[in-house]
């Protein structure tokens, strides 16, 4: 029943309007007057983009700046950092996760706030420096854990757990050996949870409907 609900909530999602769709709330901020309401669409816009091309568990309110996300050789980069759920397992890799660029300017907008694009190197210093939180609410607090989820579920019908099947329903465009990438990029080490994340929908997606989809996938994790 749980892989049916997955599969359905996915077979509901076309990955081409995610993109747009973050686009069209982030370009919408500058109509909104009051500061706390840009704030929230900043927010809004950077939970839909990112979560696709580095599909994290329920850790996305805990990231900060400097300590966890670093601005490096041109792009927002994790750094030491080892997803919750198995950061305490012997022999589990550093996640090599980044912001690709692509949806870069999402995070970038978080950073500048309402200031002026060229402060952009100076703001992206002071969070490092001072460990913004990636997500933050107008009065200064943090979101909560399933702040992200909540977004994607009202967005498209589904938590952000569906990312993970998102990049599993890509990558099999390729081929069925190029999921062993899905699995370094969803953190999975069991050829179970690779049979799992890889649905109906995937073995019928073809390399042309998923061309731009994969090429965005595969940068993100370009040495």
Known sequence: METARKFAALAAIDITTIHPRA????EDVPQQTNPAKRVIKRNRAMAI??????????EWHDLRFGRDLVWTEGRYRLRDYKLRKTRHLPGREEYPGSVHPSVQLFVDARVLQDDDPKYLDALRDAAEEEEWPL???PDG?????NYVSQVWST???TGAHICR???YDVVFAIS?????????????????????YTGDRAKQASLAAAGKEIDDIFDAYDA
């Open 23 to 26: 686009v069209a709330v982030l």
């Open 165 to 167: 099947s998102i990049v």
């Open 49 to 58: 983009a990112v979560p696709p091309l580095t599909p994290l568990r329920r």
């Open 141 to 145: 607090t943090l979101v909560a854990e």
């Open 155 to 157: 967005e498209f019908g």
């Open 176 to 196: 069925e050996d190029a999921t062993l990438a899905g699995m370094l990029m969803n953190d999975h080490t069991s050829q179970q949870a690779r049979k799992k």
């Open 135 to 137: 997500f933050v609410h």
